[in-house]
């Protein structure tokens, strides 16, 4: 089945600086790659996606990136705020017979200091 | 995009008895699935609520201890059966319209 690896585990930096956070998973056929932003106390809240026949999407301060051939994807924040911090997921759809499930990886806490 | 609640949205509950958690989605969905995540841990999927039907479940999962009802397209219910603290858990409802997939704001269990 689909395993997705998901790194670093924590990231912090200065207010205005980019992060970035790396998703690879295992299974070529999946096609659907979201990123979830969950802050404490609350469900994880999608941020942004991306499928498998585009490159790159971006939407603000918010891009992904997709190397099919490679089997990753990033996600970048440029200009980072305070209320940017909070547990990131990358996640993966496993299209299979049982309907589309996401798996996701171990999460990214980030932290942005002002 | 789909709003979900659910219901409780936290519980303390004694070890060896049951909980039933309720989701209910704003809208048809085509998926509703069920999530667990253990305090600083990712998402686990438990299953996959079919409407109509039993659920899938994930390996590691057995309806027994955790039996799901679909009754229709927006809602659904998760009992956790016989608990014990290693149930102590968020339970998280999600569901799929198209490719997205959306999450309630999840239900914080504590068993004693």
């Known amino acids: 089945g689909e395993n997705v690896e998901q790194h670093p585990s924590t990231l912090s930096v200065q207010e205005g600086d980019s992060a970035v956070i790396k998703c690879t998973y295992s299974?070529?056929?999946?096609?659907?790659f979201p990123w979830y932003k969950q802050e404490l106390g609350k469900g994880p809240q999608l941020i942004i996606d991306i499928r498998s026949n585009v490159g790159e999407k971006k939407d603000q301060r918010i891009a992904v990136t997709l190397n099919k051939t490679a089997k990753h994807f990033s996600l970048h924040i440029t200009e980072t705020q305070p209320e940017d911090s909070a547990v990131y997921f990358c996640?993966?759809?496993?299209?299979?017979?049982?309907?589309?499930?996401?798996?996701f990886g171990k999460g990214t806490t980030l932290s942005v200091s002002s | 995009s789909a709003v979900i609640s659910q219901k409780p949205s936290r519980d303390i509950c004694q070890r060896g008895t049951s909980l039933t958690i309720q989701c209910q989605v704003d809208?048809?969905?085509?998926?509703m699935f069920w999530y667990r995540q253990q305090p600083g841990q990712s998402l686990t999927l438990i299953a996959t609520?079919?409407?109509?039907?039993?659920?899938?479940?994930e390996s590691g999962f057995v309806i027994d201890k955790f039996p799901i009802s679909r009754p229709n397209l927006t809602f659904s219910t998760l009992t956790v059966s016989n608990m014990s603290p290693e149930d102590s858990s968020i339970y998280l409802c999600?569901?799929?319209?198209?490719?997205?997939?959306?999450f309630g704001p999840g239900t914080r269990l504590t068993v004693l």
């Open positions: 999600s569901a799929s319209r198209g490719s997205e997939q959306f």
């Open positions: 809208s048809q969905v085509t998926m």
């Open positions: 299974d070529s056929a999946s096609n659907y």
């Open positions: 609520a079919n409407q109509g039907s039993e659920a899938t479940y």
């Open positions: 996640a993966a759809r496993r299209a299979d017979q049982a309907g589309t499930a996401l798996i």
